[in-house]
């Protein structure tokens, strides 16, 4: 079991599945929601149990893609693909260990040009 919440605690979650290795996404919209590159791993819909969720404001960042944070403290929580039956989860949400690592980095076409990658990991233009 997994969990993690915001940083006040108003939005907390389960999920109760190993998690797959984590995206870095350095597009330039998920370093605007993040402040940073946006690192998160995707779950299917029905394996995230979410409470707070009245705490959770969603911002439609595209036609096909909604950014959830929370209202209160404004942590960065989830981006969802609204026809897709999966949600990526922030990784830095999550309390304690999470027992996956980064997996490849995406979107480094638009990386921020204050930081390097240098970790080996596949990085993709786009």
């Known amino acids: 079991m997994h969990r993690g919440s ?16 984590p995206d870095a996404c350095h597009c330039t919209k998920c370093r605007k929601h993040s402040g940073h590159f946006f690192v998160s791993t995707e779950v299917g819909k029905d394996q995230l149990h979410v409470t707070g969720l009245e705490h959770v ?8 893609v909604r950014r959830g944070f929370c209202a209160t403290c404004g942590s960065s929580l989830f981006f969802e693909p609204l026809h897709l039956d999966w949600i990526a989860v922030a990784m830095g949400a999550f309390d304690g260990p999470t027992q996956t690592a980064i997996g490849k980095h995406i979107f480094v076409g638009n990386r921020g040009d204050y930081y390097l990658i240098a970790d080996r990991l596949p990085q993709h233009w786009q």
């Not at 915001?6 to 290795?21: K, M, S, T």
Request: a neutral charge.
């Open 6 to 21: 915001c940083l006040c605690g108003a939005v907390r979650f389960e999920i109760d599945v190993p998690l797959p290795p």
């Open 57 to 64: 404001r969603w911002y439609q960042s595209s036609e096909k």
